[in-house]
């Protein structure tokens, strides 16, 4: 038979057409017959070496033919749309699972992976993974915030680290110069960053242990009021070419002040030697104590996953049973926490120096998101304190809004559960 | 009787010798099987449009009628319940609103400056391709690179931005230009990039129509006694742009409608994006993507939002007449 130029060109369409809808999820290619194929997801780390790490451990699996990848730019959402699908992750990293990624089922239980390990997770951070007694990630790494001061300047200007709301409210004032402002919150002003920080330092939370709003309560339109303050006088760094999450501003002389996270603390040290120390935001009010936020990387299995007991397996195996592969990840690659206390304990880097206190601060004054704060709640506060924040609006008007809308979210919660 | 007569008449010979299906079938390929060469050819682009926008679209609209948090096949019918929520939420509204003068100030705006760069550029007698170029320039750069640019280096709030170093050689103090809300400088940011983004586009298409005008039309009014300038332009100039106009017009309220970009990219941190300056487009991905998965709720706003811009669209389009022929 002879092939027509038409109908050549006919095929060669069509078979473009079918090729050109492959997808690469991690999991098919190659084999090298370890039995089951997983993909696992991590975020990207900016510290070097971590992506390397990862896949040494995912190698040294034996069980299973561990695929990682290693996922730049907008990792939750991209996690949130492929749990979606069967193409996702069959394990994953999570800043959560969320409260609805729970209750809708898209992620798997995994207190009998945890066992009686479970006692030896940081309570603080293990407590935002579980939900109605069951555990639904491993966290894997503990990061936390807190706020970094210059010795140097702050002794200049007659000022001592501040305890209290009030005096750091005043401390920043004393520090701003022509060149140099007091204090960096980030670009924001700190209504994204701080979050529930500030309610926390005045005894109160966001969700309370029963499930209620917790800051239905006159100190936090007060605490928020000090932010406003720290806005109104001009202390603030804003509009730095970074954000709070990178300590530039900070190195730089920007500001004599600023709220980063510990994982900036090596670049600081290199930067300014003994010239810098550490606090936990400052406490407000006569109820108020100190705060640090505190949050923890999770690894997750998928509900969609291929073959959930061998994904289950592995989590077990790394994040469970593999100390000397957590140990390694948290701490030979920037700086963070192990979320094992055992780990913490016998971590050297964290005896000493700035970050002993912050390894303190993060273990007395810890506090995490609640796992009942939904996006919802957090986008409604987070406006409500911008607004509060730069616009001056009147905090007890702002909250009273949030708590409304903050309730009903919370009614939502528990109806479907009930 | 002629033998075209008889051809009509007679039944074909293979007609009427094959089966009756590959009758009906050389019927639907019609003549020298142009139907099925424009299946091949029309099909696939057909297909990819059903499946990449028309079943979405429908899809959408079916899940804005359900309580769909963190799926895409919910079970749970709540009626309107998503669209009474919307528009019940002031975040929302505020966001119709901001984008709505954004609108109203960028589209004029625009218009009005990419006029004027055509109209000179139109005079010039020398160097004209190297200003056309220089003008059009811009629009080869995307709306990220550009935003991080005004973002990082021109309007960022230290003392080492372009702008606070040039408004401190008259000693003003540093501004934050994207942090401030009192006054809103952060609108100078959004509308200087979208300018300088889109302005020499529009100078293109202005400046062709404006060469395509006949000298004749200049030369006539000169002879009637019109003065060059002000008269001209009004009278003649502007009435023979009117079918760029309207174009022009369209293109813009259509790329207002759709901003998001330098948006996002100037205002949005790691922490969300603050509630001033927020288009419908980036409040809805804020709460229908990320982490707060409702894509019942952000269904139900992006079919409200489709409905505006279909709204407006056709409201325009019979205002200015668009698709009338020109008289």
Redesign the interface.
Same mark, same amino acid.
């Given at each position: 038979m002879t092939i027509s130029r038409r109908r050549m060109l006919?095929t060669g369409?069509a078979l473009g057409?079918l090729t050109a809808c492959g997808s690469n999820t991690g999991r098919e290619d190659g084999g090298s017959g370890k039995g089951p194929k997983l993909s696992h997801w991590y975020h990207q780390y900016g510290e070097a070496g971590t992506e390397e790490a990862v896949k040494r451990y995912a190698a040294d699996y034996e069980k299973a033919d561990v695929r990682v990848q290693w996922r730049p730019g907008?990792y939750?959402?991209q996690t949130?749309?492929a749990?979606?699908t069967t193409s996702g992750p069959d394990v994953f990293e999570a800043?959560?699972p969320?409260l609805?990624?729970i209750?809708?089922g898209?992620v798997l239980d995994l207190t009998e992976q945890l066992g009686d390990a479970k006692d030896d997770f940081n309570p603080v951070v293990l407590k935002p993974k579980t939900y109605e007694g069951r555990i639904w990630a491993v966290p894997q790494v503990v990061d936390m915030q807190l706020l970094y001061y210059r010795k140097s300047l702050l002794s200049e200007a007659g000022v001592r680290p501040p305890r209290t709301l009030d005096e750091l409210v005043d401390a920043a004032k004393e520090l701003t110069g022509k060149?140099t402002k007091g204090l960096f919150l980030?670009?924001? &002003?700190g209504?994204?960053?701080l &979050?529930g920080t500030p309610l926390n330092a005045a005894g109160l939370s966001l969700v309370t242990d029963d499930g209620k709003v917790g800051f239905d309560d006159p100190a936090a339109a007060r605490a928020l009021s000090k932010l406003r303050a720290l806005y109104a006088a001009k202390s603030l760094?804003? &509009?730095?070419?970074s954000?709070w999450?990178d300590p530039s501003?900070f190195v730089q002389g920007?500001t004599a002040m600023q709220w980063s996270g510990l994982w900036a603390l090596p670049a600081v040290q290199k930067a300014l030697g003994d010239d810098f120390g550490v606090l936990p935001f400052p406490a407000d009010g006569p109820g108020g104590k100190a705060a640090v936020p505190v949050g923890a990387y999770g690894a997750a299995v998928s509900a969609r996953a291929r073959d959930k007991a061998a994904a289950k397996a592995y989590v077990k195996w790394l994040w469970v049973e593999s100390t000397d592969h957590q140990r390694d990840f948290a701490l030979s690659y920037g700086f963070h926490i192990p979320a094992r206390l055992s780990l913490a304990k016998k971590a050297d880097t964290l005896t000493k120096g700035p970050a002993a206190d912050a390894v303190r601060y993060s273990t007395d004054h810890g506090n995490a998101e609640p796992l009942l704060w939904?996006?919802?709640s957090?986008?409604?506060y987070?406006?409500a304190l911008?607004?509060i924040i730069?616009?001056?609006a009147d905090p007890e008007r702002e909250l009273k809004k949030v708590v409304r809308k903050v309730s009903a979210e919370l009614a939502r919660t528990r109806k479907k559960s009930a | 009787m002629s033998a075209v007569a008889e051809q009509k008449t007679a039944p074909h010979p293979e007609t009427a010798a094959a089966p009756a299906g590959a009758g009906r079938w050389r019927r639907l390929a019609g003549p020298q099987n142009r139907n099925v060469w424009f299946w091949?050819f029309v099909g696939?682009f057909a297909l990819g449009l059903l499946v990449f926008t028309y079943v979405p679209l429908g899809w959408s609209v079916y899940l804005s009628f359900f309580d769909a948090?963190?799926?895409?096949s919910p079970t749970e019918f709540v009626g309107l319940d998503n669209y009474t929520a919307l528009l019940r939420e002031e $975040?929302f509204t505020d966001s119709l609103w901001t984008f709505a003068v954004f609108t109203a100030f960028i589209v004029p705006t625009t218009f009005v400056l990419s006029l004027s760069l055509a109209l000179m550029v139109n005079r010039l007698r020398r160097a004209q391709a190297f200003f056309r170029s220089v003008f059009f320039l811009p629009a080869a750069c995307s709306y990220v690179v550009a935003a991080l640019i005004w973002k990082?280096?021109l309007?960022?709030?230290?003392?080492f931005?372009l702008a606070n170093t040039v408004l401190g050689w008259f000693g003003a103090e540093q501004? $934050?230009? +994207?942090? %401030?809300?009192?006054p809103p400088w952060y609108w100078l940011v959004i509308v200087t990039v979208r300018l300088w983004l889109q302005a020499g586009f529009y100078m293109i298409l202005f400046l062709a129509a404006l060469q395509r005008i006949s000298p004749a039309l200049y030369e006539a009014a000169a002879v009637d006694g019109a003065r060059p300038g002000w008269q001209v332009l009004r009278h003649i100039t502007l009435p023979q742009l009117r079918a760029t106009s309207v174009a022009v017009v369209l293109l813009l309220v259509i790329n207002a409608f759709q901003a998001f970009d330098e948006f996002y990219n100037l205002l949005s941190? $790691?922490?969300?994006y603050?509630?001033?300056a927020r288009p419908p487009l980036v409040y809805l991905y804020? %709460?229908a +993507?990320?982490?707060?998965?409702?894509l019942g709720y952000g269904s139900a706003g992006a079919v409200l939002l489709a409905l505006i811009i279909a709204v407006v669209t056709v409201g325009q389009a019979r205002w200015f007449g668009l698709g009338r022929k020109e008289d």
């Open positions: 006919a369409t057409l907008n939750d959402e949130a749309a749990l979606l800043n959560g969320t609805d990624q209750r809708g898209q060149k980030g670009n924001d &002003g209504a994204g960053v &979050g760094l804003l &509009g730095a070419p954000d999450s501003a920007l939904t996006p919802a957090r986008v409604a987070q406006d911008s607004r730069k616009s001056g | 091949v696939p948090h963190n799926t895409v $975040a990082m280096s309007f960022n709030g230290v003392r931005g501004t $934050a230009w +994207l942090s %401030t809300t009192d941190d $790691a922490r969300g603050p509630p001033y804020y %709460t +993507l990320g982490q707060g998965q409702n």
